[in-house]
């Protein structure tokens, strides 16, 4: 059974969001093994920290989503210059991932200042769920139904229409 992991940093803590993931997540249980992990965000003075404090804080974040990425698991790094993909395309990356022999997937979904470049660089795919900016918490919302899609055409149900 694949593997889905999401990474993301800072908590989910917005009941209407988390209510929302929970219930995809119930929903994916029977079609993978999915996992929402949270990484606590590095501590920024927004009003004193110019780029290299902010650089230094995604390199410490980056380690502990390395740390957190699953053995042998395709990273897809959700990043503001990534590539947009239609729900149909989605699937079909789920899917070639799942038949690859490596299927197990983990997303990033990074802090306020977005990734570090070296976690970008590591990526298998730069993914771009909008090219509006969305809250991060409505980001994994939005991101896990999208996960629950990919695998409701896998399965040829008519909840994608």
């Known amino acids: 059974m694949q593997r889905i992991t999401v990474i993301a940093l800072g908590k989910l803590n917005s009941p209407f969001y988390a209510a929302g993931v929970a219930e995809y997540a119930k929903r994916l249980a029977p079609l993978c093994k999915f996992e929402m992990v949270e990484l606590a965000e590095e501590s920024i003075d927004e009003?004193?920290?110019g780029p290299a404090a902010i650089q230094a804080a995604l390199e410490k974040e980056a380690a502990r989503i390395l740390a957190a990425v699953p053995k042998g698991?395709?990273?897809v790094a959700l990043c503001v210059e990534g590539k947009p993909l239609t729900s149909e395309i989605f699937a079909d990356y789920l899917n070639t991932a799942a038949l690859s022999g490596a299927g197990d997937v983990a997303f990033?979904?990074?802090s306020s200042?977005?990734?570090s470049p070296g976690i970008?660089?590591?990526a298998a795919l730069r993914l771009s769920i909008s090219a509006m900016t969305l809250p991060h918490q409505l980001a994994r919302l939005v991101l896990t139904e999208q996960i629950y899609r990919a695998f409701m055409i896998r399965t040829g149900s008519k909840y994608h229409k």
Do not use: C, N, S
Request: charge should be positive.
């Open 73 to 75: 698991a395709r990273i």
């Open 120 to 122: 970008k660089q590591k």
């Open 113 to 115: 200042h977005g990734l």
């Open 108 to 110: 990033v979904i990074g």
């Open 47 to 49: 009003k004193t920290a």
